[in-house]
């Protein structure tokens, strides 16, 4: 492997519809290409999502997986490996990212590491310590019988950085956050450690308004897909209406509509608001970050490559 390229990986990250999927396939085929493994000395390079939703099995069309007609034949990993039965950590996600990442050195690839899940991602560059604390049944209890508005501001006011992060309508995730503060008696995450890897990271930016552009585009795409039924289907399996409520912002609006707590057009209407929201917050999360080289698309990406 090249003396740059040992012990490195890329990072692609940006808020949602922003076109991450289409730009890490770009690159990991221009990286695949005879030209550039010669001249990199590498064996090219393969994908690691980061993404929180994507990692579970029948969660497809709501949380945006690449079809395999799309992936170019470029190999996808941590993608389809949990029953959403399960809880799956960032510290669960972390450990298994890390072995595939030194897998791939090894294999003398490069891995390219791509989502919009901040606390993922973050896990990865940065080397962040998350916290592996046990339920504490008694908080839980306690903490549930509070609105998702009272639990929101208990966490702002204790851990401002990962309330600007964290889906203040997911109440599972903020009392998870406050347990873990209440344990540890510390902020999230507990630390930054030295990074195990070098990272070169690019963001794709987008305006505002082709942002909401992009995001209309998508959900009317989704729902054609299919999304609803996916939904559907997934609590004929057996994934209770409260755990799909915490699966993200189109699987809970999708179960608030499926059972009748409000209309088809609201719930739309609901969810471009809630997505535009979201993904202002995962910019919040990025921009904090000035390693981060911010570009529009593929054509930067492969500048910035080049001058390597």
Aim: charged residues 35%.
């Amino acid at each position: 492997m090249g003396t740059y390229w040992k012990n490195k990986i890329i990072a692609i990250v940006g808020p949602n519809a922003s076109g991450k999927t289409s730009l890490s396939i770009g690159i990991c085929l221009y990286l695949n290409s005879k030209k550039i493994k010669k001249h990199f000395n590498i064996k090219g390079a393969e994908i690691i999502s980061a993404d929180s939703r994507q990692v579970y099995k029948g969660l497809d069309i709501g949380s945006g997986k690449i079809k395999k007609k799309e992936t170019k034949g470029i190999p996808h990993h941590l993608i389809d490996i949990v029953s959403p039965k399960k809880i799956f950590t960032v510290a669960d996600y972390k450990k298994k990212a890390i072995k595939k990442i030194e897998n791939l050195h090894k294999e003398n690839k490069i891995p390219i590491i791509v989502g919009g899940t901040g606390f993922y991602v973050d896990a990865i560059i940065k080397n962040t310590t998350i916290p592996e604390v046990m339920p504490d049944w008694k908080l839980r209890k306690k903490l549930e019988q509070k609105t998702k508005k009272e639990l929101f501001l208990m966490l702002e006011k204790k851990d401002k950085r990962r309330a600007k992060e964290i889906d203040k309508n997911n109440k599972r995730r903020i009392i998870r956050a406050l347990e873990i503060i209440e344990s540890t008696g510390k902020r999230i995450p507990k630390k930054e450690n030295n990074p195990l890897f070098d990272s070169l990271i690019f963001g794709i930016k987008k305006s505002q308004e082709k942002q909401k552009i992009l995001i209309a585009k998508r959900l009317k795409k989704r729902l054609r897909e299919g999304m609803v039924k996916e939904v559907e289907n997934l609590h004929k399996k057996g994934i209770s209406w409260k755990r799909l409520e915490d699966l993200g912002l189109e699987y809970r609006y999708i179960a608030y509509y499926l059972q009748g707590k409000m209309p088809y057009d609201e719930m739309i209407e609901k969810l471009q608001k809630e997505i535009e929201h979201f993904a202002k917050r995962q910019m919040t999360w990025f921009k904090r970050n000035k390693e981060i080289i911010w570009i529009e698309g593929l054509k930067e990406a492969k500048k910035n490559l080049e001058k390597i």
